[in-house]
């Protein structure tokens, strides 16, 4: 399973890349707006902490805008994944894009139908929100396994990224169901690092060495 981190955040990006476990990055306009700066400004920034995949979301919502926008973010770097809504419009510059070479991510799927729709049309990664169809209700990850079920029924090739990630369960079932990428809130990655007996374990090992050879260093 492939991590992305889910931010816009240069500090926290920089601190998730030093783990040496960040495949990538996604982005959305809410992520970009937070930290002050223009779209094509801050991920140019990104393009430069993080080496893989970085999501970059289009603002128009016509298929004529988001073809320009598109195109000209892709032109950032050779990393960018053009972010299309899952909408008429969205879908059609999908198709588009993947007809020019250009990795689109399809965002804001709710549907196994919608996902369909995405793979249909060529998408690179389609991104369903799984935090928030539990939000509403819904169990997010029975939206996972379907989509993962149908993409292989029929061999499409688009990965499945599970986003709107709000804690490390989400995470392992993500796993689970077969995702291929999940992304992360930076605090949700930091999360998974955590457990009291890897702690008080790792404290233990280190005071039985010291109480025999009164250091704790090796070498
Ligand atoms: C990622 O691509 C999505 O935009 C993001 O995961 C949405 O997460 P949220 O539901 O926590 O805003």
Redesign the pocket.
């Known amino acids: 399973m492939k991590f992305f981190l ?1 931010t816009a955040n240069l500090d926290e990006l920089k601190k998730g890349a030093n783990w040496g476990i960040v495949d990538g990055v ?3 306009p ?2 970009i707006a937070r930290e002050g700066r223009p779209l094509e400004e801050q991920i140019r920034r990104i393009c430069e902490i993080v080496d893989g995949d970085i ?1 970059a ?1 289009v603002l128009a919502t016509d298929t004529e805008g988001m073809l320009r926008e598109g195109r000209a973010l892709a032109q950032l770097h050779p990393n960018i994944v053009v ?1 299309c809504p899952l909408t008429r419009d969205g879908i059609r510059a999908t198709k588009t894009f993947a007809q020019e070479g250009i990795r689109v ?1 399809v ?2 799927c709710f549907t196994a139908a919608q996902a369909l729709l995405a793979a249909k049309a060529g998408a690179y990664i389609i ?1 369903p ?1 799984v ?2 169809l539990d939000d509403i209700g819904s169990n997010g990850m029975d939206l996972i396994r379907d989509i993962a079920l149908i993409y292989r029924n029929y061999g499409f090739k688009t990965q499945i ?1 599970a ?4 804690h490390p369960i989400h995470v392992v079932e993500a796993a689970r169901a077969g995702a291929h990428i999940g ?1 992360l ?1 930076f605090k949700v990655l930091d999360q998974l690092f955590n457990h009291p007996l890897t702690d008080k374990g790792l404290e233990q090992f280190l005071k039985d060495y010291a109480k025999v050879f009164q250091e704790t260093s090796v070498g």
């Open positions: 889910d996604t982005t959305n809410t992520l999501s979301e972010k991510n965002t804001l991104s929100f935090g928030r990224l986003a709107s990630i709000r992304t809130p």
